[in-house]
């Protein structure tokens, strides 16, 4: 192979993809390395496009007894994609399956907490995500990676890569919305043959580079509206007998604390979830995500639909974090989406719960029944344009309501609002609606 064809080393490598990606991607856009020897190329392809960075963390689930041969991988939040033509070839039982993913969740989260130090994940949702690795052969990974990246709720998926084989690319079609590769060689025999250094990357060059990427966005960003956080930290909350966990992040002085009362269908790590509370978090409010289930309750839909008891723990929550030094005294609004909303109304509704705003996204308000009636605090019911059963029950619920109310439907959403610039929208209406009545209420 002729020299020039040669990368010198993986950031070279990263310039010269950034720059052919220029042109191809828009929009908001984030770039994230596939670990470790992905993360300096894609730390190169970020700084060109101006683009926040991070990883994507992606585990192979191997059939049990040919390890080799991937059935599936698993990424962060315990997202999970299944090739259903290898599962059932090789006769792989439920239980296996839930095996393999169990075994490699706790790698996941490692990896995930040594690589991003405690920081938040950058979110993907609605977002032009450009997934980089330093190359391509099978493209087992690449293709994992892709299929994460649209679970997290990515817009548009675009694969980026220096150099890899034609009929990978070819195999990758269906995978990414866009695939860009610098070099396609005909005879390929490995990745590393084709830069003229290619020693392993280290972890620690991995966290650097990272660490690096966020102190850099935080000093673009020193004269925008973000906020410092005073505190941000995950949380153990018991209630009942239950352990129940949630994130806890305070704003530089708060106005108000905002408890996102998770049920079904979404959980406090759910990117959905995050882009909403950093949208809080902006506007001066604490917030405290919490899952209202434990993962063994996720999957009982005796559990997913008792609003009676995931209310007695949200109000239970409430108790607590009322009680916390540095929110203490603060007025309290609930977020709630699916089940979470019902939760979040019935506790409202309870006169010893004291709450200032109550605020539904594509929520379920109407498994609060007769409790909506009681509920005296602001409530905004929040539904996509598209979501049209889930409408018609939002407009049952608010002919129940007597209290001060709004229905705010957000044209061209559907249920879970993944359209471009829906989420946005959702975190407009709720902070306007809690700086409102959670200000006045201070």
């Given at each position: ?52 960075l ?49 075994e ?65 690319l ?5 995978a ?9 060689p ?19 060059t ?47 002085g708060?106005g ?121 605090a ?65």
């Amino acid at each position: 192979m002729a020299r020039s064809t040669l990368f010198r080393d993986r950031t070279d490598a990263g310039v010269r993809l950034g720059a052919a990606l220029g042109g191809v991607v828009a929009g908001p856009v984030v770039v994230v390395g596939l670990p470790r020897g992905g993360v300096p190329v894609a730390a190169e392809v970020a700084a060109a496009l101006g683009a926040p960075l991070d990883v994507i963390i992606v585990r192979k689930l191997g059939v049990p007894f040919q390890p080799e041969l991937a059935m599936g991988a698993i990424g962060e939040d315990g997202i999970t994609v299944v090739n259903p033509r290898v599962v059932e070839s090789a006769g792989i039982s439920e239980e296996e399956l839930a095996h393999a993913v169990s075994e490699q969740r706790a790698e996941v989260t490692r990896r995930a907490r040594l690589y991003r130090g405690g920081r938040e994940r950058v979110p993907l949702l609605g977002r032009t995500v450009v997934v980089v690795d330093d190359g391509m052969a099978t493209g087992a990974t690449a293709r994992a990676a892709c299929a994460i990246a649209r679970a997290h709720g990515a817009a548009r998926v675009v694969l980026a890569v220096p150099v890899a084989p034609p009929r990978s690319l070819e195999e990758l079609d269906d995978a990414a919305d866009e695939v860009v590769c610098l070099e396609t060689p005909e005879r390929f025999l490995a990745v590393g043959q084709h830069y003229g250094a290619f020693d392993q990357t280290a972890d620690e060059t991995v966290v650097a580079l990272l660490r690096h990427a966020a102190e850099h966005a935080r000093a673009s960003s020193s004269g925008s509206s973000t906020r410092p956080l005073l505190h941000d930290e995950d949380v153990t909350v018991r209630v009942g007998g239950a352990v129940l966990l949630g994130r806890l992040t305070v704003p530089d002085g708060p106005g108000g604390l905002v408890v996102f009362a998770h049920g079904s269908g979404s959980t406090r790590d759910s990117p959905r979830s995050r882009l909403v509370a950093s949208a809080l978090t902006g506007c001066e409010m604490a917030t405290l995500r919490v899952d209202l289930l434990t993962r063994e309750e996720e999957t009982d839909r005796r559990h997913v639909f008792d609003v009676v008891s995931m209310a007695d723990r949200l109000a239970g929550v409430t108790a607590w974090v009322s009680a916390q030094p540095l929110v203490g005294g603060l007025p309290i609004g609930y977020f709630g989406a699916s089940t979470g909303a019902a939760a979040a109304l019935r506790a409202a509704a309870s006169p010893a719960v004291k709450v200032a705003a109550v605020v539904s996204r594509g929520g379920r308000p109407d498994l609060a029944g007769a409790s909506l009636s009681a509920v005296r605090a602001p409530t905004l019911l929040i539904v996509g344009g598209h979501d049209s059963v889930v409408l018609g029950l939002n407009e049952w619920a608010m002919d129940r309501l007597r209290c001060e109310r709004r229905l705010a439907v957000v044209a061209g959403a559907s249920h879970l609002f993944e359209e471009p610039g829906a989420l946005e929208e959702v975190g407009r209406l709720a902070c306007d609606w809690f700086a409102t009545h959670l200000l006045a209420a201070t």
